[in-house]
């Protein structure tokens, strides 16, 4: 079940770009219908199986660990240049 969850941000960020690539979607808005998108996949699935807490817990640590992995390419970037 934890890899289902690790699924959903990839899978709000797919929807987003389709929604501004073919729909014309302003960002924001677009953001907006992503996470709509990405609650309804974790109602389907969230409850019995994984706890809401560990959810949450999971999308905190994608998010550090890609804020990381953006600072060192930031970084690289930098030393690069």
């Known amino acids: 079940m934890e890899n289902y969850v690790a699924s959903v941000p990839l899978a709000m960020w797919k929807h987003k770009k389709y929604l501004m690539r073919e729909?014309?979607?302003k960002q924001?808005?677009?953001i907006q219908k992503?996470?709509?998108?990405?609650?309804?996949?974790?109602?389907?699935s969230v409850g019995?199986?994984?706890p809401p807490e560990l959810?949450?817990?999971l999308f905190r640590e994608f998010a550090a660990i890609s804020?990381?992995?953006a600072d060192w390419?930031?970084?690289e970037?930098?030393?690069q240049s």
């Not at 992503?34 to 389907?44: C, D, P, W």
């Open 28 to 30: 924001d808005y677009a």
């Open 67 to 69: 804020n990381a992995m």
């Open 23 to 25: 729909r014309n979607f």
């Open 34 to 44: 992503a996470i709509h998108y990405g609650k309804s996949m974790l109602i389907a």
């Open 48 to 50: 019995e199986t994984i």
């Open 55 to 57: 959810a949450a817990a």
């Open 77 to 79: 970037s930098r030393n």
């Open 73 to 75: 390419i930031e970084q």
